[in-house]
């Protein structure tokens, strides 16, 4: 599977960005497709993912009552909208995608993601 992830920039804090991220070649219909990001000089931390056979979702508790993800009906783009953007958000962020169905307690567990974006730039101006 290939991952494409877009909608990234540049925004000022209480702004709203929306990232894409669309699965081409064999997709991991049964699997999850989730977020990470990686500010300068810190480890790279989990944001959201969906279960993409249910649409059951985790969030970050940072992100929590912002950021919300999304996939479409063919399970092959998932979406993740950043409202009340916050200089903390800055990060490039990477979207991710497992073959596996994961019960929800491991979903933020980026060992098992096999397959990863490039990575697209949030940069929140204060």
């Known amino acids: 599977v290939q991952l494409q992830a877009s909608g990234g920039g540049l925004v000022q804090a209480g702004g709203s960005l929306r990232l894409s991220c669309a699965a081409s070649?064999?997709?991991?219909?049964?699997?999850?497709m989730g977020w990470f990001r990686q500010a300068p000089g810190k480890e790279r931390e989990f944001v959201a993912a969906?279960?993409?056979?249910?649409?059951?979702?985790d969030v970050a508790d940072s992100v929590k009552g912002r950021f919300t993800i999304s996939r479409d009906s063919a399970k092959t783009t998932v979406y993740l909208q950043m409202n009340s953007l916050k200089p903390d958000d800055t990060a490039v962020y990477y979207c991710?995608?497992?073959?596996?169905?994961?019960?929800?307690?491991?979903?933020?567990?980026?060992?098992?993601?096999?397959?990863w974006g490039q990575g697209t730039l949030v940069t929140v101006s204060s």
């Open positions: 070649g064999r997709t991991f219909s049964g699997g999850a």
């Open positions: 991710a995608a497992r073959r596996t169905r994961p019960i929800l307690s491991a979903i933020r567990r980026e060992i098992d993601y096999a397959a």
């Open positions: 969906t279960r993409l056979s249910d649409g059951v979702i």
